[in-house]
């Protein structure tokens, strides 16, 4: 098994399994995931399996209780519309200010995560890449305070881009397509158009979630 265009660990396989049927809603918000029976249900040991749960916890599918251990997080559209609103407002401005220290180096390293992206195969790399993609935009603010909340914002949104994208896999297309939309209107000094493609993205991903919550989970 690969992941993206090359073979996969056993943890990025534990990641992969298990992201995947938490997305589908195979296993359910609030279920606790248990080592041993990862580990014998997947034929692994248990090393990989806690290097798995990591990920997943930093990647917001699960959270850790002290008394129960690994529980899986909800996905709802109440946070979901939250984290894309704040994302909304704010992103414009950062987006503004960083395009104050306008340098190719900040396009040429969209350019290549971008051609990462559309050479990744699976949902979870893909999200990953998507918001290493947009920090790009606003990588000279990053001692800033809105740099920190918006990067806050962007690192909770990665489940519901997985889910965007498992649930509606025309959006990989779409975003693609509008990801270099958004190079395009970078590398033209555009910052009027860069703002505008930057929020219909965020909002169309937004609409894709509503249907995909309301209809899915």
């Known amino acids: 098994m690969v992941y993206g265009s090359r073979p996969m660990t056993t943890a990025e396989f534990i990641v992969h399994s298990l992201s995947q049927d938490i997305l589908k809603g ?4 609030g279920e606790r ?15 990989p399996v806690r290097e798995a749960l990591k990920v997943l916890t930093a990647e917001g599918l699960i959270s850790f209780d002290p008394y129960k251990g690994a529980i899986v997080k909800g996905l709802c559209y109440e946070d979901a ?4 609103d ?3 407002l704010l992103e414009p401005k950062l987006i503004a200010d960083g395009f ?3 340098d190719e180096k900040y396009l040429q390293k969209a350019t290549e995560i971008q051609q990462s992206i559309e050479a990744c195969e699976d949902v979870n790399e893909w999200a990953i890449l998507n918001a290493q993609f947009h920090r790009c935009f606003w990588q000279s603010e990053m001692d800033g305070r809105t740099f920190a909340i918006v990067e806050n914002l962007i690192s909770a949104a990665i489940p519901y881009v997985s ?3 498992l649930y509606k896999n025309s959006h990989i297309q779409s975003s693609n397509e509008e990801h270099r939309a958004i190079l395009k209107a970078y590398e033209d000094k555009n910052l009027e158009e860069l703002i505008k493609l930057s929020v219909e993205h965020t909002d169309q991903t937004k609409n894709i979630l509503e249907e995909a919550i309301n209809n899915s989970l």
């Open 100 to 102: 104050k220290n306008y």
């Open 86 to 88: 704040l994302r909304i």
């Open 26 to 29: 195979k296993i359910k918000s």
């Open 163 to 165: 889910l965007s994208l």
């Open 81 to 84: 519309k939250e984290i894309y």
């Open 33 to 47: 995931l248990r080592q041993n029976e990862i580990s014998k249900r997947l034929g692994v040991s248990s090393t």
